[in-house]
């Protein structure tokens, strides 16, 4: 037998009701906010990522999916969508059109990581983009929906935390202090840390090895280091958030993992996730589209993991009166697709099969399929126009006009 993919995963019912829940619910909040949904390949030339995501990540340097194709050329699954949603801004020109400022995108990513509850090689996210504003609102708007969505799926126990990791002005001075700070407990730090000193200095901070968390605990901090424009974008988004009620806490540790981010950056965390407690992340890469080759536009956005959501979304399903036909003869049968066809015209899910089954049979195939009604279809039930339908919550029976049997179902009418 051939299984599938080591850190993939194969999704049916009843887990994707959940799935469809989350997407449903991700959808309608966004249109509420102005965004419209937009889809890029999976397949990237691995150049993208290098420019965008930065040569020295984690996600370049160790995680990504990359191979030559027929013609030498390097190609890559995507390891995340900010950088392809920018690709495919600049590539059509959307930064020219107001109706593509806010985009919304839902899809699979992927990463060789070490697969584990709610972190797959191939892994799914819901994120948003937004284009075209420089002020805080934009940070302010999409932290406020992100907490929106979480909200419709019953998220408990979440924090937002708040940084600002500087700009091209002021960041480069920090970096410095920061690297003087390392160099200094170099011989503390893990390998991969010793490495980061030089080449990526602020990804030392994200770093999650025990050993290095107290040297990064005791590390200076960004927030003395900022320039005056970066204090005042990071100040304003602070009140605008206590304006709306929205509470928050500054970790001034959170740098995020890649190169893009500029200013302000924050995470939501449920701590019902354990250790690995991040549910959304993002922040603010107004260099992004210029790195790639458009325009010096500013944009803003984040990302949630949906194998991750759906682990503590608390979704209470919507009862369906989803109906079960069982036939016990031919013609019975040519008369239960003419019913199963007025049913699903009034939006009733209705099963049929193509085999005869004895009554027994039929009821336990009903309740294996989670029916809540059968419809019995018999000789008496075609001459007649009654129909024998079983409610299988409650085991009451009832003699049904067809003309009625959608009514009947949909509002339990029984005249």
């Not at 309740?367 to 008496?380: C, Q, T």
Request: charged residues 25%; glycine residues 6%.
């Amino acid at each position: 037998m051939v299984s599938s993919v080591k850190g993939t995963f194969d999704l049916f019912y009843p887990e994707i009701e959940k799935w469809l829940i989350i997407e449903e619910n991700a959808r309608r909040i966004f249109n509420l906010f102005g965004y419209t949904e937009i889809r890029t390949p999976i397949l990237e030339h691995t150049e993208l990522f290098v420019r965008s995501v930065g040569s020295e990540t984690d996600i370049v340097s160790k995680e990504m999916y990359t191979f030559l194709d027929k013609k030498g050329r390097s190609l890559t699954l995507r390891p995340e969508n900010t950088a392809p949603v920018m690709r495919s801004v600049i590539e059509h020109k959307l930064y020219d059109s107001s109706k593509h400022n806010r985009l919304y995108y839902i899809g699979p990513q992927f990463r060789y990581e070490r697969p584990q509850k709610g972190r797959y090689r191939q892994f799914h996210q819901i994120g948003l983009e937004l284009l075209n504003d420089k002020t805080p609102y934009a940070e302010f708007e999409g932290i406020f929906i992100a907490k929106e969505l979480l909200n419709s799926l019953g998220i408990g126990q979440i924090k937002v935390k708040l940084n600002s990791v500087g700009c091209p002005e002021c960041r480069p001075h920090y970096v410095e202090v920061l690297k003087k700070y390392l160099l200094e407990n170099e011989s503390k730090l893990c390998s991969d840390c010793q490495k980061r000193i030089m080449s990526n200095t602020l990804r030392v901070l994200d770093c999650k090895v025990p050993s290095c968390q107290e040297i990064i605990e005791n590390a200076p901090a960004i927030s003395g280091n900022l320039c005056a424009s970066c204090e005042d974008h990071f100040a304003k988004l602070q009140e605008y958030l206590e304006e709306a009620d929205l509470s928050y806490e500054l970790n001034t540790r959170l740098v995020r993992g890649l190169d893009y981010y500029v200013k302000n950056v924050f995470e939501i965390t449920s701590s019902l996730l354990g250790a690995q407690d991040a549910v959304v992340g993002g922040g603010r890469y107004d260099g992004l589209l210029k790195s790639l080759g458009g325009p010096d536009i500013p944009s803003f956005g984040w990302a949630l993991g949906v194998e991750r959501l759906s682990l503590i979304a608390e979704i209470k399903k919507e009862a369906k009166n989803n109906v079960y036909l069982a036939w016990l003869g031919e013609n019975e049968f040519k008369y239960a697709l003419k019913i199963a066809s007025v049913l699903r015209a009034n939006k009733i899910p209705a099963v049929i099969d193509g085999e005869a089954r004895s009554l027994k049979n039929a009821l336990k195939k009903a309740d294996k399929l989670g029916a809540n009604f059968v419809v019995i279809i018999g000789e008496d039930e075609v001459k007649s126009g009654l129909l024998t339908v079983k409610n299988l919550k409650s085991g009451e029976q009832f003699a049904v006009a067809v003309e009625n049997l959608p009514a009947f179902i949909l509002n339990g009418d029984k005249s």
